[in-house]
């Protein structure tokens, strides 16, 4: 539901966003001087650039056909997934980084988070956030916090490998996500506390319920049990049949308190992979409690990079692992173990979700959770479990001390901006690829023979075949593994012309270049969240007499193909030009608006052949926009702060 700030924008700006307008305040750059040498070494920024690997040997054929039927009807039932809705990527945000991520408190909301979500949430019709991670098991709320923070810390898990801090919280944390919600709509995923069953300490849920209403979609019960035992969060007699009890135990909590309305959006068992789904399945976890649980949920990363912060596990060389993130077989590994698993909580009735993933646990490893390889691999882990039918997945985003994932600056912040995870990229575009229609099916292609390298996907919206996704894992300059896609459409005819927007960096071990249909949010601590450059749709022609289409894909690169228009996005972006380096408490008016249509049908001429004259006609209209957007930015006039 998108309430009143963006409402009135989108009113404002109806005429306009299907001009393609796009309307960017450059950022005052920092003072790079002024960077503190500790900043520098956060994980978040380090600057490894690992080797991409090599050509495969053989190499796939660079020039192969999809036939696609032209229907959902004409694909085999069996490898058609469920529908998909663009809320699937979402994030999880481990409690502890929300005042970094978020913001102080309910009126000091960051920007740049504003401006990130809301370009997913106007793809995607909405953006679904969990937040929680192993800092909800110990949460408890009080009534204030020094400085009116929503959110404060407290070291209280040393078992854990990963030191989580107990997180403590006011009643504005609601407030603050809660106003979220009606900036960028966003729906929220909260988690209750777990580490103790006499105490269900269940106030995030009662004030859940009363201050976000309908934006909340969840509730988590325990955050991966199966490592309860491993964490000394219980004794080692705890098995999956405890985990069940003990849900058991939570629902009769909040069955016994009247100030939790809404009592049957559970999800569990989100466990990691030391026990199956299956396994707490066999407790009766589904059939006991089917009334109660609103998804069925899973964690589970890759690959684990603790070593190098805990000294536990082995040291795994980034070299040698990133060769593993990039070929089809890594999402198809991933998903294939979920699958039963998923087809019993369908039966169920139930959706099933990936609740917590990334490249690595522990933070994630230099030079691969960073860099585009990883936006393409999270891509195609993304597709691939839409078409193993799960309903969402969450982005894991744990704050400056790990590798994967967008950071804002905290005491460099009067100088610089955000710096983004590359994986933000992968659910920008997932968000694109499923569209608003919670009527998209995913088929994996598996053509060019099936290559390791080249996977490719059709996406079906209301049942006819709407785009085309291509994948190309291989890095090479020299241009000869670049490939050419010939799409026919069986039991149908290619349009005459299709639009494709590339996803493109220079190689798969790059950080900083990464562009979505040229556009870019920037490099490290410059991002505000608006994309930079000028939106360029490429508009292929196809040969109707043959029913072909010719898609040439660059290596690397992913390449989505819009077989039919789309709806134009208007984006509502909040600016944060107004950034002052004089105190860190800055008040800053939302006084440019800025619009930028993702896939609108008229604008892409603008990338085709008339380019020139587009352009010139995107001149005009900025220069007649920008009072108007003034005006708009000043009906809206709700007040959002930077805070550092
Ligand atoms: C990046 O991480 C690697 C591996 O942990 C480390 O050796 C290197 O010093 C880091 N670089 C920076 C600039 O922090
Ligand atoms: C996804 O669900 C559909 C509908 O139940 C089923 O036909 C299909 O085989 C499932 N896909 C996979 C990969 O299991
Ligand atoms: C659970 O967490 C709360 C809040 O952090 C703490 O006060 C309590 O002692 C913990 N209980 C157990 C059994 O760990
Ligand atoms: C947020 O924090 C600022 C600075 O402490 C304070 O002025 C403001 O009143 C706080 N807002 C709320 C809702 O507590
Ligand atoms: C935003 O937060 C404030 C509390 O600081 C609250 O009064 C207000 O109702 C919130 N707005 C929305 C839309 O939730
Ligand atoms: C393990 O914990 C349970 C629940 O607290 C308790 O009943 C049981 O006695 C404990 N078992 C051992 C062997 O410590
Ligand atoms: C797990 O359940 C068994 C069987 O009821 C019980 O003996 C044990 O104490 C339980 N362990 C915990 C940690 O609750
Ligand atoms: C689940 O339901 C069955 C049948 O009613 C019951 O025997 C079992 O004890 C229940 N399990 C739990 C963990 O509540
Ligand atoms: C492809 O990925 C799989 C799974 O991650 C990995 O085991 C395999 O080594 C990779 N293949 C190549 C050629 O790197
Ligand atoms: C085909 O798509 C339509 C519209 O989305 C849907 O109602 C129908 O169930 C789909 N058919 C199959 C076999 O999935
Ligand atoms: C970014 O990409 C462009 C085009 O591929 C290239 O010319 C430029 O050198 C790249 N910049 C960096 C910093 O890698
Ligand atoms: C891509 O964006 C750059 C600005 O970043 C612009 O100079 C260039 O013309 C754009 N390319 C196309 C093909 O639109």
């Not at 209750?192 to 934006?215: C, H, K, Q």
């Not at 090479?476 to 493109?504: E, M």
Request: glycine share 8%; proline share 6%; charged share 10%.
């Amino acid at each position: 539901m998108l309430l009143f700030a963006i409402a009135v924008w989108s009113l404002c700006l109806l005429d306009v966003a299907t001009a393609s307008v796009t309307v960017f305040n450059q950022i005052p750059m920092g003072i790079q001087s002024a960077v503190s040498s500790t900043a520098t070494v956060a994980a978040a920024y380090n600057d490894t650039i690992l080797n991409p690997p090599p050509v495969p040997v053989p190499a796939p054929a660079t020039s192969f056909t999809l036939n696609i039927p032209s229907v959902n009807t004409s694909v085999p039932q069996s490898q058609l997934s469920i529908p998909i809705p663009g809320t699937f990527f979402g994030f999880s945000i481990e409690m502890s980084v929300i005042t970094q991520l978020f913001g102080v408190n309910s009126t000091f909301i960051q920007v740049p988070l504003l401006n990130l979500f809301n370009l997913i949430s106007e793809r995607a019709g909405a953006l679904h956030v969990r937040i929680g991670g192993n800092t909800q098991e110990f949460a408890y709320y009080v009534p204030t916090l020094p400085e009116n923070r929503a959110i404060s810390k407290q070291k209280a898990d040393t078992n854990n490998p990963t030191e989580t801090p107990a997180v403590i919280y006011t009643m504005d944390l609601f407030y603050m996500l809660s106003n979220i919600s009606s900036h960028v709509g966003v729906k929220w995923y909260i988690g209750v506390p777990f580490n103790d069953t006499s105490d269900f300490r269940l106030e995030i849920v009662e004030y859940s319920e009363a201050i976000l209403g309908d934006n909340l979609i969840g509730i988590q019960v325990g955050n991966e049990p199966d490592l309860y035992v491993a964490h000394q969060h219980r004794n080692n007699t705890y098995g999956p049949a405890n985990y069940t009890v003990e849900v058991g135990e939570l629902i009769a909590a909040m069955a016994a308190d009247s100030n939790i309305p809404v009592k049957n959006i559970l999800i569990g068992p989100s466990v990691s992979g030391t026990w199956t789904p299956e396994q707490v399945f066999d407790t009766g976890f589904i059939t006991n409690y089917t009334d109660d649980l609103s998804a069925i949920s899973v964690e589970h990363y890759p690959t684990e990079n603790c070593f190098p912060v805990y000294g536990i596990s082995t040291y795994h060389d980034p070299q040698l692992v990133f060769p593993t993130f990039l070929n089809h077989t890594s999402a198809v590994s991933l998903v294939q173990p979920y699958l039963n698993a998923v087809s019993i909580s369908q039966a169920a009735g139930k959706p099933f979700l990936m609740f917590e993933t990334n490249s690595a646990s522990c933070g994630g490893f230099p030079g691969i959770s960073d860099s585009f390889g990883a936006t393409l691999w999270a891509l195609d882990y993304g597709l691939q479990m839409a078409y193993g039918n799960f309903s969402g997945a969450m982005l894991h985003v744990g704050g400056q001390n790990v590798y994967y994932n967008v950071a804002p600056p905290t005491n460099q912040s009067k100088y610089f901006e955000w710096t983004i995870g590359s994986v933000y990229y992968s659910a920008l575009v997932a968000a694109e690829v499923f569209g608003k229609t919670n009527t998209a099916q995913i088929v994996d292609m598996l053509g060019n023979n099936a290559s390791d390298f080249t996977p490719q996907y059709a996406i079906y919206e209301n049942g006819a075949l709407a785009r085309v996704g291509l994948f190309n894992f291989i890095t090479d300059p020299s241009g000869a593994s670049d490939y050419t896609a010939t799409i026919t459409v069986d039991g149908g005819t290619v349009p005459s012309s299709v639009q494709v927007k590339y996803l493109l960096s220079d190689s798969v071990s790059t950080k900083n270049n990464i562009t979505w249909a040229n556009q870019t949010l920037g490099t490290v601590r410059e991002v505000d969240g608006r994309f930079k450059g000028d939106e360029h749709v490429v508009t292929i022609p196809c040969d109707t007499g043959a029913n072909t289409c010719q898609i040439p894909v660059s290596a690397p690169a992913f390449a989505l193909v819009f077989l039919t228009p789309e709806n134009a996005i208007s984006t509502a972006t909040f600016s944060t030009t107004m950034y002052t380096n004089t105190a860190a408490t800055v008040r800053i008016d939302p006084t440019v608006l800025a619009t930028s249509n993702g896939m609108s049908g008229k604008s892409w001429v603008l990338g085709s052949t008339s380019k020139q004259q587009a352009s010139g006609a995107l001149r005009r209209l900025r220069a007649s926009l920008g009072g108007m957007l003034v005006g708009a930015a000043a009906v809206a006039g709700f007040l959002l702060g930077h805070w550092d």
